[in-house]
């Protein structure tokens, strides 16, 4: 006997209907990697490959679709294959608790969300499906598994990618005629490009800018000093923060790329003014005071810079990075790796490890600022 409709129907009302899903299809465009989607959508390489049942090296083909999870699509992925722990909070650092949630806002770094909720970093970045070592993303929403509190608001930028080139503290015992000579510059060089007076005193803890690719100075071996000291030169950071629009509008006044300008900015500072690099560079834009006052004196076109403005400072960053786009031909992947290891390194040198990373991590940037 054959069922009547109405128990088929029945039958059918039964079987509970699949979830819907909150990832997003991505069409793969000229120059895309899975490293790259990924890190535009502030996720691992593994995690998306994990949603996709994709090996993580997997080559994408122009056109094709990628699915974007959302966090907790993508941890789940992590889960089935193996790759992370069914409960995120068995290796947190704090008493199991639901935790809730807590949206990124400009100025977070995923150590110190991890820290003011009792959390590991480790354990923070799996239960979302996140790179230790990624960017964060401001709006982006964490899930707080196994924290007992939800974290305040941070005081610090994000900026997440990889360490400043040259970045050194001064250790004590350290001169500038002998940093200077160890790495292969002039003491007038290097006094100039960290706002010093090559007469002065170097103060233990000093953070300075020292070449790109020159060898480590013999003190790096030492600890380094707890207190820093910013040098006293502009451009000076102050405790304002800027929108991608205020960015975006002075690189279309100077004939830069909006979405370019915005995407370093965001890697550099998180818009924050006030950060002042391991490196010695200062503000929204991150700049040097030797590339400050290389601007001021030949690329402001009489235009007197303010070194306590962010907008300012805007100005400075983005005259720059105008004149490395012209000196590398319009090759702006030349220039980008120019801001961040000094186009004449990059000729001579080629890009560092580090520089190809800062370059992919600003390119997966630019679609969030247009394009």
Known sequence: MRPSRLLIFALFMLIPAAPASAAVPHTVQPGETLWSIAAANNLTTRTVAAFNGVSEDHQVVLGSTIMVPSTVEGYASL???????????????????????????????????????GLSMSSLAAANGLDPNAFLITGTTLSLAGSATAPAQAAAPATGGPAPQGAYTVRAGDTLAALAAQTGVSMDSMAAMNGLDPNGLLLEGTVLKLPGGAPAPAGASQPEPAAHVVPDAAPAPTAQNVTAADIQNVAAAHGVSPSLAAAIAWQESGFNNGMVSSANARGVMQVMPGTWDYVQQNLAGGQQLDPNS??????????????????????????????YQGLASVRERGMYDDTQQYVNNVQALRPRFGG
């Open 79 to 117: 889960q089935q294959a193996g790759l992370a722990p069914a409960d995120p909070a068995q290796a947190a650092a704090a008493p199991s608790s639901s935790g809730g949630s807590y949206t990124v806002v400009a100025g977070d770094t995923l150590s110190a969300i991890a820290s003011r909720a």
């Open 310 to 339: 962010a907008n300012d400072n805007i100005h400075a960053g983005v005259m720059y990075l105008k004149r490395l786009i012209t000196d590398a031909g319009g090759d702006e992947n030349a220039a980008i790796a120019g801001y």
